[in-house]
């Protein structure tokens, strides 16, 4: 039985393997079993909107309820295949759908990362279902009746399809596809379609509490304003003349790191990844200009701090022209050994 050896030679290897790690970089392991903070919880993730945890509510009507239940139950029979028959295939669906389930209630984000579980999942039991009612059957028999076609309608025709086909169009259909039109619609321009919709119905459908947005906003994205991309198309014309990676950095919303070095050509302070978060946070929260420019002198210190292993003497000279001898000396030593002033700043 192979599995005998690999399963525990895969731990041992990967424990050993972790070991190394935590020994010499204990952050990196860390963020390796914690998932960068999704599977242990930093404060950090706790600002940021899409790693929120979603609940039960929003995960079935992200997807649509039917089709949310309808995977929920081809689940339920994979596992029960599973157990019955030791096939592999549902092994694989169902630690798939168990893996998207959990990280999508763990995180929001994620949400994207299981809709091809859900659409695979109920299109099987919807498929089942197609199977079970026998359109194949029932077409054959109707051309297979001589005489009147509303006739042999009539009997080939059973309640059960006509059921079948009430659900595909109204719970499957409709809704999806409504679903993906309002998903399809920028929020930004959702309430000019929204009075679309209202203008084009008769009158008796039409509510009489009409507000601007009825129709459309359960689901859809926003997108920057065009001065955001006006503002980047310029920034990525300035330093032409110099690598990207060696360009002045600047500070944007971690969230859209990402977004700004791809379209301003120029590095980030911090990004997506929460790397640089505190002197952005610092930055983008301070009372007044005075305390933004320490922000970012104190980034530069730092900078050269962990470049170079220490406060240079260009460096000292430049802040003794603004400081005298005592506060350089302070600030140089808050650089560069800033465990010592933890109570200091509490």
Known sequence: MPWVIIIPSVAVIGGAGYAGLWHFSPGVATKLVGGAGYLIKTKVYGTIGEAQATDVNRFAFAYGQITFYLAMIALFLLIVEYMRFWKKDRLLMVVWTATAIYMTMGAIRFMFN?????????????????????????????????????????????????????????????????????????????????????????????????????????????????????????????????????????????????????????????DNFQNGIPAAGNFITAQNESRAISVLITRILHTEYHERGKITGDVKNVLLQHLDANDSKTLEEIITNPDNYVDYVL
Not at 211 to 240: M, N, P, T, V
Not at 262 to 270: E, L, N, R, V
Request: net charge negative; charged share 20%; glycine share 10%.
């Open 114 to 270: 299981a809709t091809p579980v859900f659409a695979i999942l109920s299109g099987w039991i919807i498929w089942e279902i197609i199977g079970k009612v026998d359109f194949r059957m029932m077409i054959k028999n109707v051309h297979g009746m001589r005489g009147n076609k509303f006739y042999a309608m009539k009997k080939g025709v059973k309640l059960q399809h006509v059921g079948c086909a009430l659900f595909l169009v109204f719970c499957i259909v409709l809704p999806n596809a409504m679903g993906a039109i309002d998903a399809s619609i920028p929020y930004e321009k959702k309430g000019e379609y929204d009075r679309m919709i209202y203008d084009w119905l008769p009158d008796f459908a039409k509510p009489s509490d009409y507000s601007g947005s009825w129709y459309l906003g359960a689901h859809g994205q926003g997108f920057l304003s065009g001065y955001w991309f006006d503002g980047l198309k310029w920034l990525s014309e300035q330093d032409a003349d110099i690598p990207v990676e060696e360009r002045p950095a600047f500070i944007a919303w971690w969230d859209y790191g990402f977004q700004c070095v791809q379209d301003g050509k120029h590095p980030t302070i911090a």
